[in-house]
């Protein structure tokens, strides 16, 4: 269970939206003030939808997942299963081709009498990249409290590793502990630049900066690489049923 939810927080933490809003809190007035809010936020709505879940709902997410799992041990679920990693590992392969297209499409550039080819640079703005960036622009705590609270459950690592806490069988205090985990791993990238900030400000933000572009630029790659993960596994899965 640990080593599942583990590695599923380090995938949560790498999310360029959660890296991106990081990175802005940084430039802003008040950074130290907007990254504890902001990840107050997260950490508060991470540790209560698991307390909820784990505590409250437990007897559900039993029968929920008893009635999907006899739906998946159907010969006809499995064969869907297979069909759908297949497609999934398609896309995953358009959308890295796409990605390697775009990294090595010359565009001309006119210098002088002469014209060069250049490797064309992604130079989309952070303004774009994020749809909350515009609130978060004016430093309200509040914003970024909200922020935090909105990015602390991301969809599909989220449920997968409540699904592996919950199936694991391990004892109420051990789970909650595995889900206190991926909550705090998943923030990480939140944590590290407050307390680095306390000690080298203008470096953190530097690095922060160089982090965000790395990740933004690279978004169609980490997507091809988690779609296609994700289709092996349920090829495999599905496979495994038939």
């Known amino acids: 269970m640990s080593s599942a939810v583990l590695v599923l927080a380090i995938v949560a933490a790498m999310d360029p939206v959660r890296i991106g809003i990081v990175a802005l809190l940084i430039s802003r007035p008040r950074p130290m003030r907007n990254l ?6 997260g950490i508060t ?27 998946v041990s159907s010969p006809i679920v499995a064969h869907i299963q297979v069909a759908i990693g297949v497609l999934a590992m ?3 392969a358009l959308i890295a ?17 002469s014209s060069v080819l ?31 609270v909105a990015l602390a459950t991301p969809p599909v690592e989220y449920l997968t590793a409540i699904i592996a806490i919950l199936t694991s069988r391990a004892a109420a205090a051990a789970q909650v502990s595995a889900a206190l985990m991926f909550t705090l791993v998943a923030f990480t990238v939140v944590e590290i630049p407050l307390i680095s900030y306390l ?6 933000l530097a690095v922060v900066l160089r982090l965000d572009d790395w990740v933004s630029t690279r978004r169609q790659a980490i997507l091809a690489v988690v779609v296609g993960a994700v289709g092996v596994l349920l090829a495999v899965s599905g496979m495994g049923n038939a």
Do not use: C, H, Y
């Open 90 to 92: 398609v896309i995953a």
């Open 36 to 41: 504890l809010v902001f990840w107050l936020g």
């Open 45 to 71: 709505a991470g540790i209560g939808a698991a307390l909820v879940v784990l505590l409250l709902l437990r007897d559900l997410m039993f029968s929920v997942m008893r009635d999907v799992g006899s739906a």
């Open 118 to 148: 250049v490797l064309e640079p992604n130079t989309t703005t952070r303004s774009s990249r994020l749809a909350i960036r515009g609130q978060l622009e004016g430093g309200s705590l509040v914003v970024a409290f909200v922020a935090g």
């Open 97 to 113: 081709a796409r990605f390697l297209a775009r990294q090595r499409a010359p565009v001309p550039v006119i210098r002088g009498q």
């Open 199 to 204: 000690a080298t400000p203008a470096k953190t």
